[in-house]
DNA sequence: GTGACCTTAACGACGCGTAATTGTGG
DNA sequence: GCCACAATTACGCGTCGTTAAGGTCA
């Protein structure tokens, strides 16, 4: 099995009959799906779909959530809640991230007072940074 | 019409042919959304059920999102997924709150040095404001 | 010309809301 | 004893997945 790099998985590569195999379902199913708006794969020059690596993850999503007895509607909401809780988390960590650091930046903006005379910098003609 | 406080809202105080009228739906219905899990109303004595104000916001939200299309299932899922953004959405302004009044606390454990001297200029902001 | 793709339509299965039925509690 | 509630069952309607039919591109 060939790994593939994060650019490689955007690459459409998977005609629909494939996609299909690859997630178990009905060719036809995925037509359904994207007619819905859960899917929307490239299409060639000659109006044939082609599917990425992250359109089969997606498929797989919403296969579990059909499974799970979800219509198709709820699955497009579902999907789009899922990918809001993510932003979410990650901003929210990386606010606890900056928080830190900005208390650690106005430590060092007055402790630049302390170190010895020979490093000292002008403050009040800059440094040159910043 | 009678306004309630925070806590009147709690009360459980329709009973099910009540609570179908105020969100505009047979009885019924409300039993096949507690038996699916999407309400869970209080129990009198003799075993009669008893909704609150909460609980017909509630079911309006429920009403809207089974309205745009969604089965239960998947009106279960998106109400928990709501709830869940909700909480970060608030988590995230705190932790931007409490960021600003830790970069606050740490210039006040600063300058607390600073202000016995009379008649002291902040040379490094200034003479006047702030 | 033979496939695999495209679209549209038809079919069966299932989920949901309503209504009917029977029983029970205040 | 009456009315509203509880629970189960039956029915109609819409959605979803599959299959079939007919057209198009390589």
Redesign the pocket.
Known sequence: MAERTGHERLRAVY????AAELAG?????L???ER?GLLDPART?????RYSDLDIDRLRRIQDL?AA?L???GVRRVIELEDEVNRLRRELARAEVEAREAVERTHRQYRRDLVPVANAVDLWRGSGRR
Chains 1, 2 share one sequence.
């Open positions: 005609v629909i009959s494939v379902v009905h060719p036809q199913t037509r359904i799906y819905k020059g000659g109006g044939s779909r059909t007895g219509n198709l509607e």
